[in-house]
């Protein structure tokens, strides 16, 4: 359990364990930044102890290896494949006035790479707090043993700990008394003594704090509205806060002591409770936020522990997973983890009732476009009769294909139509045809060849018996694990594929025997430079019989010898392409955010063209300032484009020095100021020409 941090109390965080997915920096400049600390060309967990868990062998996530608080925030929500961030923050019980001096001291002599922070502030606009404006938080980086401040606002004194250590505590805090902060912990307060202390208290925020949820709200709002309802239990309540937190993990497949790209990392969700906000409730980075202007704050402690759709929908929109997102679709797919956790508390649903039901057999009678339709709950529907007709296991088996598969996303709703009838191997055609989603050529080819449907899945709910339309239940979400450390035996060159005949070549992976060489993808584009040496994260997949495929990322150590970059908006790399010598093919990798905002989306921002050796073109790509790099890739089919002696690259540019040639001397790609180049292709080797 976490707990408080306060002069007298322990905070343990545990968090661990998990390996990120490719991260998204696309900076030029990270090589000035060294954050990454690698050595001898090990993987990142190299130098780590195997731990045993749950008679689970856990492999690190190596997190440790990042001096860079904002890559570890990347890494943990590109692993998880959430919406919005989780909150980094831990409460200490206090709070600090602006401009009153106080020294701070912990339990250790923290160094730089140990990124421990504190960090005051609260979210949102307070009526006589901050002079009624909504503030960015003052965060500080504690350096030894004390830390001396003077805020220059007011707020709720947090720590950040980005080691996620379990032993950090705050030892005192002089010079100036902070103010102590009326506290609730979950299975450890009184309740009675609780509300004396609000009494009491010159506190502008009380907290309440559960396993994996806190909250933190207005003093004043607790006085009026709460602490003299008689039907108010908050012990009651937050206990089921953390139910929430785990049946909402539980829909995406994610959990503690799961290892790789499905582990849950512990942290908070943090419930903020300011004046006004958008809608009745919200969401954001960090945050849920439970406003008083519509009672919703009040509304979380004086209503039914039964009866909270609001924070089951507003939790769920930082699970959202993105790739079923598409246009018109963030207050519809939310729902999916609401309904589940619906389901398990209340016993209820929200989508089984006459006048949805009514609104269904509307739609389905009068052949509606799924996409044009308005109504969110009648868009719902779709999306959890499949989880009636496949079982409990059908969205965290697809939550987890979602994590551990190399997707080139062109289309995220025909992607979803092929993916999803992959998981319940069946053709759904029939299903999305029913509930008017139009179908590609391409996907209908994909999906045509499963086995056809035995059962009517779209009457699920609205045949009115109550009773779910089963297809078949997915069996149980059980997830392959990878039992030993790996190590990188060499440097690998940029465009390598590595297969079955040439994995133990490159990787010596002990006794791993679950590992699929064919599926090792590497994350080229995110690549890190460290002492003079590039590092990129790499996805290593493994399966075992019967259990779902999982994914573990590691930095291998590689080279970009004949490669080009392709640079968008300012420094911001998005493309790099060069040549697979194995395969004698050309290799294009990029990035999923447009060229360069700053243009006209519709100007051409590069024109590449490769000619054989008669001139002849062999292929033309045309990029638009609003492209992408990694969408241009899989519509253009550039993944299997072969070259021969003297092939070459023409490359026209919108703006100069937006191509780059890898110099191998200088070990960089390397500057100049064209907007046109040609490059040859000479015994394998990529050479600039100069007309």
Known sequence: MKKILSVVTTVAISISSALSLLLD???????????????????????????????????????????????IEKIILRNEN?????????????????????????????????????????????????????????????????LNIAPKISGMLYLKDYRFTNAVKILSISKNDPIKVPTFIVGETNQETFFNEI????????????????????????????????????????????????????????????????????????????????????????RVTFQNKTDAGKNLFVRKITDQWGLWHEIGHTYQTPQYNWSNLTEVTVNISALYVQKQIANINNLDNENNIKKVKDFFANDKDFNDEGDLFVKLTMFWQLQLAFGDYFYPTLSQFYRTNHLGIVDKQQDFVKITSKIANRNLIPFFDKWGVTMTNDTKKAIEQLPSLKKNIWENIVNGTHQPVIEWQLP????????????????????????????????????????LANEISFGWINYYLKENNYYVPTKILVKDNDLLSNTYIYFVPVSFVNSLQFIGYSNYQRGIVGLDQKNKRFFFTGSEIGLDASQNKEKEYYQIIIKNQKKEVVKKIIFKADDNFNNIIFVNNLLDIPYQESYTIEIENLLKNKTRLFNVEKNTWESNDKKNSKYLIKNDTLIAVFD
Do not use: C
Request: aromatic share 12%; hydrophobic share 30%; no cysteine.
């Open 199 to 286: 009494k009491a208290t010159n506190s502008f925020f009380v907290e309440i704090i559960s396993q994996h949820v806190f909250g933190t709200f207005q003093t004043e709002m607790f006085k009026n509205q709460i602490i003299n309802s008689s039907s108010v239990n908050i012990n009651n309540t937050i206990l089921v806060w953390d139910q929430i937190w785990k049946y909402s993990n539980e829909t995406y497949g994610l959990n503690e002591g799961y290892s790789g790209v499905a582990k849950k990392y512990q942290q908070f969700i943090h419930i903020s409770n300011p004046d006004t906000g958008p809608g009745y409730a919200s969401a954001n980075n960090y």
């Open 25 to 71: 920096n696309q900076q030029l400049e990270q090589r000035e930044r060294g954050d990454i600390n690698m050595s001898n060309g090990l993987l990142l967990d190299n130098s780590q102890q195997l731990k045993q868990a749950k008679n689970n062998l856990q492999i690190s996530d190596g997190l440790d290896q990042f001096n860079d608080i904002n890559e």
């Open 476 to 515: 149980k979400y059980q997830l392959s694990t990878l039992k030993y450390e790996i190590t990188s035996k060499k440097t690998i060159n940029f465009a390598t594929k590595i297969t079955e005949t040439n994995l133990n070549d490159f990787f010596d992976i002990s006794k791993n025997t679950n590992i």
């Open 82 to 146: 959430r919406s919005f961030q989780h909150s980094f923050l831990t409460p200490t019980g206090y709070f600090l006035e602006k401009g009153k001096e106080y020294l701070i001291k912990i339990n250790k002599k923290a160094k730089f790479v140990n990124l421990l922070y504190i960090s005051i502030g609260q979210f949102g606009v307070y009526e006589n707090l901050n002079n009624d404006q909504s503030v960015e938080f003052e965060t500080q980086q504690i350096i030894g043993e004390t």
